[in-house]
């Protein structure tokens, strides 16, 4: 997975705490896609962003999440008053452009977990 | 996005070609066909995509039919450690550029010693 990383590997949070997962794409990548992947789940598109824009948050739960990607530093998944259904991977994805038949590569996610 | 379709799960033996085959009969002109894999408890790898031509890297090969409505994914020799879920999407492009990939449920793939 060519150099997207992804920090904390595993976070623990209490119910009703708040989750920061952080995200830096591949040098160069302006394009950022965060997942989510629940126990025994398939992977599930969260957000798509660009370099201080949301181009597409369809799947974000309208709640309590939230997500940026700065001109400057990774990118943020913020998980606000956490409950024990957001125990998941979430993966972060990059690319370098917003053409089709680029690659797009996945970091090695960030597992959290809620007690 | 196009949608795809592909068996939940294959065995293989080790050293022999592992062909993974899926069907995207919806796929439109400028959809790419993407496969990644995910091994357990890792996240999702690359492994090659394709527009209408065959394609080969040093990972596997990518076999497009002439309609674009299937393709397979093939890889030579299966070891142990390619058993994974392998995942077949079709990207499309959206009207702000080239959009997400959507997972679908993949196929489990089981090398056999």
């Known amino acids: 997975n060519a150099g997207v990383m992804q920090n904390p590997r595993h976070l623990v949070r209490r119910r009703g705490q708040e989750a920061r997962l952080r995200c830096s794409p591949v040098?160069?990548?302006?394009?950022v896609y965060w997942y989510r992947q629940l126990p025994e789940e398939g992977l599930k598109f969260m957000v798509y962003?660009?370099?201080?824009?949301?181009?597409?948050e369809s799947g974000m739960p309208k709640e309590r999440f939230s997500a940026e990607f700065p001109k400057e530093g990774p990118s943020i998944l913020r998980i606000q008053q956490v409950v024990r259904g957001d125990s998941a991977a979430y993966f972060c994805?990059?690319?370098?452009?917003?053409?089709?038949?680029?690659?797009?590569?996945f970091g090695e996610g960030s597992w959290l977990t809620v007690v | 996005d196009a949608k795809t379709t592909q068996p939940p799960s294959m065995d293989c033996a080790e050293g022999r070609a592992a062909n993974l085959p899926c069907n995207h009969s919806?796929?439109?002109?400028?959809?790419?066909v993407y496969w990644y894999r995910q091994i357990h408890s890792q996240g999702p790898q690359y492994i090659i995509h394709?527009?209408?031509n065959n394609e080969t890297n040093e990972m596997a090969s990518l076999i497009i039919t002439e309609d674009r409505k299937s393709s397979t994914l093939i890889l030579p020799h299966a070891t142990l450690r390619d058993t994974a879920v392998y995942y077949c999407?079709?990207?499309?492009?959206?009207?702000?550029?080239?959009?997400?990939?959507?997972f679908g449920q993949g196929t489990r793939l089981t090398i056999n010693p």
């Open positions: 994805a990059s690319s370098p452009t917003a053409v089709s038949g680029n690659t797009i590569y």
């Open positions: 040098k160069g990548h302006s394009h």
């Open positions: 962003l660009q370099k201080e824009n949301i181009i597409d």
């Open positions: 919806t796929i439109s002109g400028n959809e790419y």
């Open positions: 394709g527009l209408k």
């Open positions: 999407i079709v990207r499309s492009q959206g009207v702000q550029g080239a959009q997400k990939l959507v």
